[in-house]
């Protein structure tokens, strides 16, 4: 008997034993398991990407005396949205509109032509029919005393426009009131013999006008066939903040305007040209802005013009491409879930690539979006497909589960600078059972790849175009 149960226990004791050394074995595997899974996948609740029904307010980043709240112009944050402006497209439609103004970027070098009074008729025909205009807008103030003005921030384009009274030809809708030279004390017209008058042939891609009367310079800007802004070149004061003017900024008085700038007053130029508001404010801000898109159209970003601190920002010189407006950004690899992909550099080096705050998705070489939708895909195999929504092919049904894990994608540029992408710069969320993949592929590997605003969201983007790099930073913003 003694033997019977000292035995019996023995066996119990090596099984208790076996079967706690085989948990410890699967414990341990586990954790090694959760610990890669970390390290290369997001963990994310799928509803912190929808937008919220309310405006949340921005709480970090810089506030200095030149920062501005950066809006996006379809959530609840937005006062475009409002009655008489009040224009939602589907995400189908901004999908589309994000094709054209890449078709519009990539064919932008095209020829001059002499503008004509404010007759828009001049203006070169380009294919495609409208042009996103970007998605995001921040409020300025023009004139004496001034008026605010909602403005569409654009890093792709030069020249600064505005509506403007009497709105000689046409004015589409927009919700501020529209600005009046004629009520303000600081308006000038530019003449047509002035250095200032002729380069907008280069800002614009059109030879500006002369009015015959007052000599006043005419400018031209289009945006594809059916948006445009046609008027006169003036002088008057900007005021960015409460705190914070620009006397003298040049920027266009448009008399003859069309198109989907979305219930703004018209645009805000941040790109390269000496025309933009970045060069013409050169003194003041030293050619270094920064902002952050937020993760969602319901949270606050921001754009500040000037340096600022921010010690977690890693730079990247800017590279040559984009002509003489756009930032030109040197891309050289992409990781996918700790694996980084077998793309040659020069697969990226051979189109070239900029940064654009206006177009909405990363167009990537075709060969580099293969390899990248592929490891994607990879990582996503759990979750069951949903069906393809424009340029987006590759789209999940995520409306089964609270919590997903995504695979991380991060981008290294020249310089030794990796950026890791939050989870809201990886997927376009159209509702929980449609959410893509937030990449296209360009027609060929020779076209200039474009680093979209979704991509952007959350990271503080420094330019600091006279020390002629550009930094990312993660979480500049919610
Ligand atoms: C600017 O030029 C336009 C066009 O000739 C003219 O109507 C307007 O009165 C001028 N404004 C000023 C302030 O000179």
Redesign the pocket.
Known sequence: MPFQISSFLLVSIAILFLCFLENNFAIETTWEDINRHHQNFHLVQINSLLPSSSCSSSTKGPKTKSTLDVIHKHGPCSQLNNGKTKILPTHNDILNIDKERVNYIHNKISKNKKMEELDSSNLPAKSGSLIGSGNYFVVVGLGSPKRDLSLIFDTGSDLTWTQCQPCARSCYKQQDEIYD??KSTS???ITCTTSECTQLSTATGNEPGC??????CIYGIQYGDQSFSVG?F?RERLTVTEKDTVDGFLFG?GQNNQGLFGGSAGLLGLGRHPISFVQQTSLKYHKTFSYCLPSTSSAIGHLTFGATSNNYVKYTPFSTAGSNTFYGLDIVGITVAGTKLSISSSTFSSGGAIIDSGTVITRLPPTAYSVLRDAFKKGMSKYPPASALSLLDTCYDLSGSEMVYIPKISFAFGGDVSVDLPASGILYVVTLKQVCLAFAANHDDSDLTIFGNVQQRTLEVVYDVSGGKIGFGSGGCK
């Open positions: 030279p004629s308006y000038q017209n009015a015959k009367l007052t000599n006043a006169y003036g008085c």
